[in-house]
Each structure stands twice: as C-alpha cells, then as structure tokens.
C-alpha cells in the first residue's frame, strides 16, 4: 500500500480546500494517507523577510496560520 504524507498548517483554508481532492487521490490509488500538521508561525518568523513585519498578526494567522 502506498503512503501519502500530508504537511499541511492545521489552520490554512487551503489545506481546508484541497482535503477533499486529496482524499480523492488516495481513494484512488489505494494509499494510506498520513496526516503531519505543523505550526507555519515559526518558519515565518524565522525567516525575517522584511514585507512580513508591514502585515498584521491577524493577517498573518489568517493566510499563513
């Protein structure tokens, strides 16, 4: 059986979207899928991109959170 790992931000309306398809996909292929959710807030700050200090926390948690 094949496996699929899926890293996705627990809180990002994209994961949200793109879940159903992706369930799709693993119905499909047979595959396991392997959920692995992370916290995106400390990779934005650890990469101190200067357009990210201009956005709000709330932004912030809403597109990248």
Same mark, same amino acid.
């Given at each position: ?21 992706? #369930?799709?996909?693993?119905? !499909?292929? =047979?595959?396991?899928?392997?959920? @692995?959710? &992370?916290? #995106?807030?400390?990779?934005? !700050?650890? =990469?101190?991109?200067?357009?990210? @200090?201009? &956005? ?10």
């Amino acid at each position: 059986m094949d496996t699929i790992e899926y890293f996705y931000s627990a809180h990002s309306a994209y994961a949200y979207l793109g879940h159903r398809k992706l #369930l799709e996909i693993c119905a !499909a292929r =047979g595959a396991r899928l392997v959920h @692995r959710p &992370f916290d #995106l807030n400390p990779v934005i !700050a650890s =990469g101190r991109v200067s357009h990210f @200090r201009g &956005f709000t926390p709330h932004y912030i948690d809403y597109f990248f959170g």
